[in-house]
């Protein structure tokens, strides 16, 4: 058996200023892997964010937790569970989650790769960048970003979903970019805006339950309009951020590269599908105030799924 050390939020917490863009693609490359082997099974994923991407050190290789994750049975009709910066846009509208709206998932946390900070992070997770996501609005690009992967970054957040790569173009495109920078790391840098520490954020950042109503078709915002929307925020580095839904407590174990359930969960879980891999390893807290305390819900269950395995892509 094996265990986890961290989660990608800690890591690039404590590890950013020391990674290369080598080790950036890496991380990157490892998730786009992980996530080929969910959907591979059709399984999707519904809930991807920094806090549930977890690293082994013995294996210097990076996995995906909570799979097959439906969020509480007590949710009203026509809501959304997960953490809003990483929700596709037509989730977001109502419409159902997809293998692209995965895709959307990983396009956010390709960018918390780049930067080092989740994405809007200096922003409510509110009605009001809801709206602007579904606007088109993302967040604002690094500077020194390797061309090829800020355009395939910028394909995975496309507001619409056909838009978007599926897993096996993705898969390949990341496998080129990390074997194309494997030698070189300074071919075809884009030298772009500049994001600065920020020491003043103390947010707490879990997946919730969040219910939109009448709000637009999902759309990409123009260039002007995203420099305009930027322009109105201060999008810096925080320093002390806490830990994505404490998972920093939660690191599991896996056998074999397979992920098993968490014996530390006091919460059943509900699957949506038989087709669906259920893999919960942490206590759902749902964040359901403004002051950002949190309770357990008890309305959670679980099915027995044959287990995914998630292995190395050579």
């Not at 159902?96 to 922003?123: C, H, K, R, V």
């Not at 604002?140 to 599926?166: F, G, H, T």
């Amino acid at each position: 058996m094996e265990q986890l050390d961290t989660n990608l939020r800690n890591y690039l917490k404590q590890n950013y200023n020391k990674l290369t863009w080598n080790d950036k693609i890496k991380i990157a490359y490892d998730i786009i892997v992980a996530l080929y082997y969910v959907h591979k099974e059709e399984s999707i994923h519904r809930d991807l964010h920094s806090g549930n991407i977890l690293y082994s050190q013995n294996n210097d290789y990076w996995y995906i937790s909570d799979l097959g994750f439906c969020g509480p049975v007590n949710k009203p009709l026509g809501a959304v569970y997960g953490n809003l910066p990483y929700i596709a846009p037509e989730v977001i509208i109502g419409k159902e989650y997809s293998y692209a709206s995965d895709i959307y998932g990983i396009g956010m946390l390709m960018w918390e790769i780049s930067s080092g900070q989740p994405p809007f992070t200096n922003l409510d997770y509110d009605y009001n960048l809801a709206m602007n996501i579904v606007d088109g609005m993302r967040p604002m690009i690094v500077s020194e970003i390797p061309l090829e992967y800020k355009e395939l970054m910028e394909q995975c957040w496309n507001a619409y979903p056909k838009e978007r790569p599926d897993i096996k173009i993705l898969k390949n495109k990341i496998d080129y970019i990390k074997k194309s920078y494997y030698h070189n790391e300074t071919k075809n840098i884009v030298k772009d805006n500049i994001i600065k520490p920020n020491t003043d954020s103390n947010k707490i950042y879990t997946s919730q339950v969040y219910e939109f109503k009448n709000f637009p078709e999902p759309r990409n915002a123009a260039e002007e309009e995203q420099k305009e929307f930027h322009s109105r925020y201060s999008f810096n580095i925080p320093e002390n951020i806490d830990d994505f839904n404490n998972s920093g407590k939660i690191i599991e174990l896996y056998k074999e590269l397979n992920l098993n359930n968490a014996n530390n969960s006091n919460n059943d879980i509900q699957i949506d599908s038989e087709r669906e891999t259920m893999q919960q390893i942490k206590k759902i807290n749902i964040k359901i105030n403004d002051d950002e305390d949190a309770y357990d819900d008890a309305n959670l269950h679980s099915e027995e799924q044959d287990e995914l395995q998630i292995s190395e892509f050579d």
